[in-house]
């Protein structure tokens, strides 16, 4: 992305007016909503696409992934319950913006991602827009099992099954978010760790995501 970052009064208003949106379409939590309209959406686009930034729709962003619609990202992260200081997996990076969403909330981010174009790129756009998470390129059906256990893990990709590693990397309290289902819909799983060996887990809305890929997934 060769251009200036620029986050002027034109998208400022139509991040405005896309939290309105979520709110209409009910999403509750203010804090998820501060952090969103914080985080400028366009910043993740060609320039070219700007325009497309603050709709309510996912956005191809190469090798075959989206950036996510602005509900989803706001549904998933309010599900996640993020308190500041907690530490957070998420299971694939894709263009970053959910990232920084976590990081606004004060999470401690740790981010995987297996396309390497993508990972390059996120690297790279977020810390120039003052955000630093922990990068890290390889397969997010495996976790990140070297820094668990994690308070919260966040899959952004449709899962077969939820990954025992996954489970095995929440500290018991903790929570996990995951899109479960066949390759064109799931349903939204939240898992809560009680014990070393007891989860609890409710099935909510569906979504269509894309798949997550992995050796622990399809």
């Known amino acids: 992305?060769?251009?200036?970052?620029?986050?002027?009064?034109?998208?400022?208003?139509?991040r405005k007016k896309l939290i309105k949106l979520?709110?209409?379409k009910g999403i509750s939590d203010e804090h998820v909503l501060t952090a969103m309209e914080k985080v400028?959406?366009?910043?993740?686009?060609?320039?070219?696409?700007?325009?497309?930034?603050?709709?309510?729709?996912?956005?191809?962003?190469?090798?075959?992934?989206?950036?996510?619609?602005?509900?989803t990202v706001a549904y998933q992260t309010e599900l996640l319950h993020v308190e500041p200081g907690d530490?957070?997996?998420?299971?694939?990076?894709?263009s970053g913006y959910q990232t920084c969403i976590l990081l606004e909330l004060?999470?401690?981010?740790?981010?995987?991602?297996?396309?390497?174009?993508?990972?390059?790129?996120a690297k790279q756009v977020l810390p120039k827009i003052g955000y630093q998470a922990n990068f890290f390129l390889g397969d997010g059906?495996?976790?990140?099992?070297?820094?668990a256990p994690f308070n919260k893990i966040l899959v952004t990709a449709g899962a077969p099954f939820v990954p025992e590693?996954?489970?095995?990397?929440?500290k018991i309290g903790g929570i996990l978010v995951i899109p479960v289902g066949?390759?064109?819909?799931?349903?939204?799983?939240?898992?809560?760790r009680v014990s070393e060996n007891d989860y609890e887990r409710i099935e909510l809305d569906t979504f269509r995501f894309v798949p997550l890929i992995g050796d622990k997934a399809w």
Do not use: C
């Open 106 to 121: 004060g999470a401690k981010v740790y981010t995987i991602e297996r396309q390497e174009n993508l990972f390059e790129r």
């Open 40 to 71: 400028p959406r366009h910043f993740f686009f060609d320039q070219t696409f700007w325009t497309q930034a603050y709709k309510d729709i996912a956005f191809p962003i190469g090798e075959g992934q989206t950036i996510s619609q602005p509900y």
């Open 165 to 170: 590693t996954l489970l095995k990397q929440l």
């Open 22 to 24: 979520l709110r209409d």
């Open 141 to 147: 059906s495996k976790g990140i099992s070297e820094y």
């Open 182 to 192: 066949d390759e064109q819909s799931q349903k939204m799983l939240t898992i809560l």
């Open 87 to 94: 530490k957070v997996l998420e299971i694939g990076t894709g």
């Open 1 to 14: 992305m060769a251009y200036k970052f620029v986050d002027n009064y034109k998208e400022q208003g139509a």
